[in-house]
């Protein structure tokens, strides 16, 4: 079974920056495509960013140029560095891994943009 704990989440100010974690294990975590997505209270959790197994990277529009997504297979975790947060950034960040048609989930961490 493949388990995924993300970290790193708090309260930061607007402007701030933050580097989520998301570490996996019982998997074969390099054959993962891997994603972060993100729940605000009151909405739908939304897609903030994708990397393939072969290291491609996809971003929602609301994010591009502020989230860069990164992995580093020999840890088995799968990062989201957050610059220049604003408020509408603070939900609840959760880390998602693919193959086929098999989905896995993390707990997920928060993230509060507040002055």
């Known amino acids: 079974q493949v388990q995924l704990v993300e970290s790193g989440g708090g309260l930061v100010q607007p402007g701030g920056s933050l580097r989520l974690s998301c570490a996996t294990s019982g998997g074969i975590f390099r054959i993962y495509d891997m994603a972060w997505y993100r729940q605000a209270p009151g909405k739908e959790r939304e897609l903030v960013a994708t990397i393939t197994s072969g290291g491609s990277t996809n971003y929602a529009d609301s994010v591009k140029g502020r989230f860069t997504i990164s992995r580093d297979n020999a840890k088995n975790t799968v990062y989201l560095q957050i610059e220049s947060l604003k408020p509408e950034d603070t939900a609840v960040y959760y880390c998602?891994?693919?193959?086929?048609?098999?989905?896995?989930w993390g707990q997920g961490t928060q993230v509060t943009v507040s002055s």
């Open positions: 998602n891994a693919a193959i086929a048609s098999l989905r896995y």
